[in-house]
Every structure is written in C-alpha cells, then in structure tokens.
C-alpha cells in the first residue's frame, strides 16, 4: 500500500468505506473497515491524505488520524454530493470524497479541538435547556388558565404561577391539578438552575480566552456570541475578506442572476443558524440605542433605519457586525470604533 496518496473515507457508525488511489489518480484500494479496524488499517499505511465529510464524528476521526501522521481535511458534504456517480452507496461516496478532495477550488472545514467542541456542546446544551423551559412555561400557562389563572408575561409572572401551585393553602386549584403541576414545576426550577450553571462555566471560558474578550470589544457582541464566534471559527484565515465570513453565516441576499441581470432575494440563511441568530439579536440591541452613539457606526444605522424596516436594518447591522468579527479575529487587534 506505499504507492497510495490519496484516500477518502466514509465514515459511520459501524462500517466504513475506504476509497485509496496512486499518484496518477489510478484506483489501488477499495475496502470495507468495522469501526474497532480503522486505526489499526491507517497505521500499517505510509501518510497520506486523507480526505472526510465534516459530518458527525467527522472531528475527532480528523484528530485520530492526525495524530497517526496523515494529512486530514474535512469537506462540506454538500461540496462533495456533486462527485457522486449514479447511485449513492459507501464505496460511491467515498470515491466522491477522494475525487473532491484533490480538487484545487475544494473548500475545507479546520479541525475542531476537544475543548472547541466542548465549549459548543456546553452552547447547544443550554440552547435546548432554554428551549425546554419555554415548553414548560407555555404548558404551566395553558393548564392553569383552565382554571381561570392568568398572570403577566415574563420572569415575574412565572415566579407567581410557580408560588401558587407550590402553595396549597388556597383552594383555587384541585388537589389533583396542583399534583399533576408540580413535576412541571420542579423540573422548570430544576432546568433554571442548570441554565445557570452553564451560563457561568461560558462565562468564566471567555474570561480566560484573550480572543473572546477581544470580540466582546465590539458593540452587539457579548460573551456568549464571543465564546461561540471563537470556537466555530478557530481559523479566520480560511475568509479571504470579511464579507465572505458574512456570506458563510448566511447573511448576504440570495441570488438568482442570469444574463446579465442581478437578482437578489431575502438572505440565504446558509451556515451556523446559532451563530447567525446571535449576530442578529446583538444588532436588535445596538439599534435599540443607535441614535445616541457617537459613531460612524451609530450614524449609519440611524441612517438606515430612516429608509429601512427595523427587522432589515438589524440583519444589514449583522452583516456589518460579521465583518467586524473578521477584521479584529485576523488583526488581533480590539476593536476601535471611529468617531463621527
């Protein structure tokens, strides 16, 4: 197997598919691997490269291999679809991966470390435990407005609902409603606390990450969007400029140009969803007080919202704000805003 350069690997669960070829692009290997041979299948091969989707478990095979001396790069699958013979099958796919991997205009995914996805898993955790506590609000309403029960909206009218079906010193609800309410209270306190928690492990991340606290340095951009800026995007060298960084996150209009006539939608809305939501409702907030900052900034977007929705304005202010990203994550440098 020394005359291989090039393999794509499919990755799964359980079997794998590798796809080798020589030097002059010739077929030389095609195999099966069960999950427990695939390390031991690389490290009887001289190095190569080695070429991935950047799908599910596609990081730490990236990390594995590496540290097996080949050359690893991930790919979009999306990037990749586009090599497939015919019908889709493991050995089908990873000829496609091997095929796009050599290709000169191919874009690749850095390698994500172990504390990177960590950090992001911490980010999704609490995402969904803030979409879980939602649900439990929104039923905990719904049930006691059965009886006639209705409070405010927010924090404090929660807090009420919460005391009264803990308190059974009352009578406007049955024993049985109160019994049936009160795991959905205990896990509502429950999920805040560990929404907390979470909460303060970020917090103290971007305190000793000097990245993150230089993105905090930009108006919109707090330590929860910093720390999650700087663990997805661990090179910013891959951009060449910082609209393309504002493309990749999905924050340029779609297009639909032909012959000559430019055509431009609602935005793409490709990328990380997270991280685009969290630039938009950064830039809700800087709209909030646009008129009284002194800035280029501040003008432009007071500007903007004379002629513009208030909902345009702040994706337009994201995509300034990504930009922004770019320049202070590849100049590390803080950023400076300058003066009207």
């Known amino acids: 197997m020394s005359e291989i350069t090039t393999i794509g690997l499919d990755i799964a669960k359980h079997v794998f598919q590798v796809h080798g070829v020589d030097g002059c692009g010739v077929a030389a290997l095609r195999r099966k691997l069960r999950r427990s041979e695939v390390l031991s299948f690389f490290q009887g091969i001289d190095p190569c490269l080695v070429g991935l989707e950047a799908c599910a478990t596609g990081h730490y095979w990236a990390r594995e291999l590496i540290a097996l001396g080949h050359e690893v790069r991930l790919m979009p699958p999306t990037y990749v679809k586009p090599y ?73 009218g929660v807090d009420l609902l919460i005391a009264l079906v803990e308190d059974d010193e009352h009578d406007l609800l049955p024993a049985m409603a109160r019994e049936a309410l009160l795991p959905l209270t205990a896990q509502l306190e429950d999920g805040r606390a560990r929404i907390a928690s979470i909460d303060r492990r970020i917090h103290a991340w971007h305190r000793s990450n000097e990245q993150s606290r230089r993105l905090e340095t930009i108006p919109g951009i707090g330590p929860i969007t910093a720390s999650a800026l700087v663990a997805t995007i661990s090179d910013p060298s891959l951009f060449a400029s910082g609209r393309q960084l504002a493309a990749w996150l999905g924050l340029v209009p779609r297009q639909n140009s032909s012959g000559g006539k430019e055509r431009l939608g609602r935005i793409t809305k490709k990328g990380d969803p997270y991280l685009r939501r969290l630039l938009v409702v950064g830039a809700h907030a800087v709209l909030r007080y646009a008129r009284r900052m002194p800035t280029r900034t501040g003008l432009w977007a007071s500007a903007l919202l004379a002629r513009r929705s208030y909902k345009l304005a702040a994706v337009a202010l994201a995509n300034k704000m990504a930009r922004i990203v770019w320049a202070v994550m590849s100049r590390n440098e803080d950023y400076r805003p300058q003066a009207a």
């Not at 980010?123 to 719904?142: G, S």
């Open 84 to 156: 497939v013979k015919r019908q889709k099958n493991d050995a089908a796919d990873a000829e496609a991966i091997c095929e796009a991997v050599t290709r000169p205009t191919m874009r690749f995914v850095p390698v994500k470390s172990e504390e990177q996805q960590g950090l992001l898993m911490l980010h999704r955790t609490c995402e969904l435990l803030i979409r879980q506590r939602t649900m439990l609000i929104n039923a905990l309403r719904a049930h006691l407005a059965e009886f006639g029960i209705v409070m405010r909206q927010g924090k404090a």
